[in-house]
């Protein structure tokens, strides 16, 4: 009989299977296309792994209580896969959802399979296609009791971090994976577009071309940027197109595409009063890239209103590059900084009790955001799980204190030529506000009060009390 069942052989979920196999495992496969089950078969028929075409087939390859990935599309094709299941599972039977759900939909699936005995995980895993072959992150959600059901074969599949701990733990109940898995999307986006920024900033100001764009990346990913995204940017810079002989990142079309996880971040965000300003405009930025058209059109009527002469950046290049680097890693760290705030207040709001420090800890290998970086978060953490903020952690503070002039001077730079560099700018923005001690807020209240008497509090008095003033002498 087989361990584990996986179900939808998409790449992602074809290799997750393989990498369950390599690591002792008997898997089961089904497809709902069979020949995609027929051609995954061929391709590995030396492997200890069996399938069927039919569902009820599958099911019954598998020992009891049965254990079931679902990798497949997040949304009605998970509804449709649980619901075709539930003909033939049994109580204590486990199913894993291991694709890119709305947590809340997870909540929801989980309440109801709980509901007919059947346990649920609503597993985030990321790392792409390579990560689920060799070792991805995984951020399990559900009953701790499905959680020791598998954790000996999540252990062994997930990625290792430079210390040897394994990038996957426990996150919390019903939706948490899934919810975290979100939130590492969403500050997947926004590290995207902070790298497009600071790409921008090199070519437009700069004018420098791929080649050398790549190296300057390449540097950067030896030093505190080190990364997967800074790593993959600076391969993508070198590659030449074979058609045209030109760099590829020069023809590809300047719209991003999004399904769904950083959108789903920013509006539960601010469903829950979180701050994220670098990842809602990360959201945004992709969406405007979308209207490619409209750009088109607003291009030629638009003005910028630059001199150009005048805006003209005339100091030194390597001067410049230095100053992008260390405004990226400023950036970087305010990004995080919301992501991680988010996830607490998220923590409270839906009793997930999450670990940050472990949360930042597993995130350091296999996943997309994978970076040196994490290190220094799960230390954070580690030193002072109670931490409300990550700028507040002195190695960042410090950090910030010797970045801050050279980010100002960035945005201004850009701004003056009117480059947009909405994530740099909004995360500066954010820093900015968190730091102050009186933001014009007073002035905002006064407006609320005056044209609707929703009242203020003041400065001088008990903070449980409320007025309302007569703004205008009548
Ligand atoms: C990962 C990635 C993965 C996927 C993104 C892409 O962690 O492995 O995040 O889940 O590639 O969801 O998302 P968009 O299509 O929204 O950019």
Redesign the pocket.
Known sequence: MADIGVIGLST?GGNLALNIERNKFKVAVYNRTYSRTENFMKQNGDKNIVSSEKLEGFVNLLSKPRKIIIMVVAGKPVDSVIEQLLNYLEKGDLIMDCG?SFFEDTERRAIMLEEKGIKFMGV?????EE??LNG??IMPGGSPEAWNDVKHILELISAKADDGRPCVDYIGPRGAGHYV?SV??AI??AD?QLIAEAYDILRKVLKLQPQKIAQIFEDWNKGELDSYLIEITSKIFKKIDDKTQKPLVDIVLDK????????WTSQNALNLGAPIPAINSAVVE?VISSMKEKRVIASKKLFSGVDEEKAKYSGSPEELIESVRKALYASKINAYAQGMELLLIASEEYKYNLNLGSIASLWRSG???RAKFLNLITQAYEEDPKLTNLLLYPYFTNKLKDNLADWRKVIQIAVGLGIPVPAFSSSLAYYDSYRSEFLPANLIQAQRDFFGAHTFKRLDADLNENFHAHWEDK
């Open positions: 992602m890119n985030g895993v990321s790392g792409g990560g689920a991805p992150s898995k590492h999307n997947e986006y995207m991003a595409a999004q399904k769904g996880t950083g959108k992709r996943c997309i955001i």
